[in-house]
């Protein structure tokens, strides 16, 4: 794997993304949202490699990726924290779909439709706010301990926009309803990706 040097600008429109859909060969789309959402809509010829298993195994997928790779996610924040664990990784040309797949779909792009579900940061949005009107409620008519938990929450989300991370987030996604029929795994995440060249024999095989 050679390490590149990060493009000027990271983000790209999703107008320019749609036209390299139908300039470049090379092209290589990889949507970090959960399998759910996937499954739900996403860009047609794009891979799912939920950031967390991306987070996982980077080194592995970063031998499976080329010189031109779009990361898209919902609005573009779990992309951007993908770009830099791939940096770490010596992908440093990722880009950032602008807007995510909403965006693209918007924009006129190519996309998938399924089974509709709330995205994952709509469902931290209700849970965090329906969390803190239930703390100030409590706080006030029960007992001023419950007041702590809005205190506690803001701080959370204060800090999750600090590092870029969601442990919230990566809780509600563990739910349920948030489950696909099918779970990517480091096996079935790798195996899709196509073999670029000069990817050693051994990570093809993985």
Request: charged share 20%; aromatic share 4%.
């Amino acid at each position: 794997m050679t390490s590149t040097s990060a493009p000027a600008d990271t983000s790209l429109a999703p107008e320019t993304l749609n036209s390299w859909f139908k300039e470049h060969g090379d092209l290589l789309v990889i949507d970090v949202r959960s399998a759910a959402e996937f499954e739900s809509m996403h860009i047609r010829g794009s891979y799912n490699v939920p950031l967390p298993l991306l987070s996982e195994h980077t080194n592995e997928l970063a031998d499976r990726l080329g010189s031109r790779v779009v990361l898209v996610c919902q609005s573009g924040a779990r992309a951007q924290h993908a770009r830099q664990r791939l940096g770490g990784a010596g992908i440093g040309t990722a880009y950032v779909l602008t807007g995510g797949v909403p965006g693209f779909a918007s924009a006129g792009g190519d996309v998938v439709r399924g089974r509709t579900r709330w995205d994952l940061e709509r469902q931290v949005r209700l849970a965090a706010g329906s969390l803190v009107v239930l703390g100030l409620a409590g706080g006030r008519f029960v007992s001023p301990k419950i007041r702590m938990l809005a205190g506690a929450i803001g701080t959370g989300l204060t800090f999750s926009a600090a590092t870029n991370t969601c442990a919230m987030g990566q809780a509600i996604s563990a739910m349920p309803w948030n489950k696909a029929a099918k779970e990517p795994t480091r096996e079935t995440a790798i195996q899709q990706l196509p073999v670029r060249s000069g990817a050693s024999e051994e990570t093809a095989a993985a």
